[in-house]
């Protein structure tokens, strides 16, 4: 996994794990009680349709990052394929702040590169 100018890079099936923080006017937003981040994954171009995976994240009170932490089977996303599929995402502060996402910049990227297929291990277990 990599994070380049706010793209992520993942390979399907991995762990989605970055550790993530809100600028509030040049110093770090300390989360409050009843803060939940969203976390949300939609198919290129379908920000007007329901995510093909959503998760909320409840910060902890007081500290100022939280981790982003999507399991490597909740990252089993779409179809297996043999090419990268681009996916958009955002992140929102309390349904109602989105931190990134969509903007005049464009779309915020989710690049998901290919995972093999494990029909050895399959095979050997038979």
């Known amino acids: ?5 706010k793209e992520i890079h993942i390979n399907r099936g991995d762990r989605l794990l970055f550790g993530f923080s809100i600028d509030n006017k040049g110093t770090d937003y300390i989360f409050q009680e009843g803060d939940r981040l ?13 995510p093909v995976l959503q998760k909320e994240i409840i910060p902890i009170v007081g500290l ?6 999507i399991s490597g089977s909740e990252m089993k996303i779409g179809e297996m394929t ?30 998901l590169y290919p995972e093999g297929a494990d029909l050895w291990y399959k095979k050997s277990k038979n």
Do not use: C, H, Q, R
């Open 82 to 111: 043999n090419k990268p599929i681009e996916y958009w995402y955002e992140i929102e502060l309390n349904d109602d702040e989105t931190i990134i996402g969509y903007d005049e910049d464009g779309a915020k990227k989710l690049i």
């Open 38 to 50: 969203k976390f949300s994954i939609y198919e290129k171009k379908g920000m007007d349709k329901p």
């Open 64 to 69: 100022t990052s939280v981790d982003i932490d």
């Open 1 to 5: 996994m990599e994070i380049k100018d």
